[in-house]
T-cell receptor, first 114, second 114 residues
C-alpha cells in the first residue's frame, strides 16, 4: 500500500547550518506531496507542496523537489534559525482504487541551537 | 475566515467515562478528518467524513470509538469508556474538496485519562 518514510529525529543543528530531512514515498498512483510543520502545542500547518514530478515547492526559505525517479521529496533549507525548531511531517495524498488516501510520515523533530 | 476550531483544548476524563471532542471545520469546507497523535509519535489517520457520511473509517478502532458529521453543527469524535491508552492529542482537519490538496488543521484536543 501507499506509505511515507522519513528520517528519524531528533535532528539538532546550530543556527545558520544547512538542513536536509529525507522523505521517500511509495504510491501506486500519482500522489501530491506535502511538508507540514508542527510548532509546540499547535496543530499542523502546511509548509509547502508539489503536485507533479519535478515540481519544486518552496516557502519561508524551505524547499523540496518532487523526484519521481527516486520517489523522494526531501526538505532542505540553507540556513536554519532557532525559530525553525519544530516537528516536520512529510505527507502524500493519492486516489487509490477509488479511495482517497492522505498519509503522514512519523515526523522529524528539529532542534536549532543558538 | 476563521480557522478550524476544536473544543475543548484540554479534556480530562476518568477511566470508564465518555469523551466528546468537537470540530468545526473552516467555512465552506465539507470534508473533515480526525487524527490521533500519541506522545512522541506521528499522526495516525482515524476517520474521514463528509456531511452526514463516513467515507473512510479504516483507522478507527472497532470498539468504543465513533464519529459523526451532521448536516448542521460540528463534527464529533466520541470515545466511550475511555482507558489510559486513549490519552493522546486528537487533531481535526478540514478541506474544501476531496483530500488531494492541503488539509487545514485545528489546534487539537489533548485528552488525558486518569
Amino acid at each position: 500500500g501507499d506509505s511515507v518514510t522519513q528520517m528519524e529525529g531528533p535532528v539538532t543543528l546550530s543556527e545558520e547550518a544547512c538542513l536536509t530531512i529525507n522523505c521517500t514515498y511509495t504510491a501506486t498512483g500519482y500522489p501530491s506531496l506535502f511538508w507540514y510543520v508542527q510548532y509546540p502545542g499547535e496543530g499542523l500547518q502546511l509548509l509547502l507542496k508539489a503536485t507533479k514530478a519535478d515540481d519544486k515547492g518552496s516557502n519561508k526559505g524551505f524547499e523540496a523537489t518532487y523526484r519521481k525517479e527516486t520517489t523522494s521529496f526531501h526538505l532542505e533549507k540553507g540556513s536554519v534559525q532557532v525559530s525553525d525548531s519544530a516537528v516536520y511531517f512529510c505527507a502524500l495524498s493519492a486516489l487509490t482504487s477509488g479511495t482517497y488516501k492522505y498519509i503522514f510520515g512519523t515526523g522529524t523533530r528539529l532542534k536549532v541551537l543558538a | 475566515n476563521a480557522g478550524v476550531m476544536q473544543n475543548p483544548r484540554h479534556l480530562v476524563r476518568r477511566r470508564g467515562q465518555e469523551a466528546r471532542l468537537r470540530c468545526s471545520p473552516m467555512k465552506g469546507h465539507s470534508h473533515v478528518y480526525w487524527y490521533r497523535q500519541l506522545p512522541e509519535e506521528g499522526l495516525k489517520f482515524m476517520v474521514y467524513l463528509q456531511k452526514e457520511n463516513i467515507i473512510d473509517e479504516s483507522g478507527m478502532p472497532k470498539e468504543r470509538f465513533s464519529a459523526e458529521f451532521p448536516k448542521e453543527g460540528p463534527s464529533i469524535l466520541r470515545i466511550q469508556q475511555v482507558v489510559r491508552g486513549d490519552s493522546a492529542a486528537y487533531f481535526c482537519a478540514s478541506s474544501p474538496v476531496a483530500p488531494l490538496d492541503e488539509q487545514y488543521f485545528g489546534p487539537g484536543t489533548r485528552l488525558t485519562v486518569t
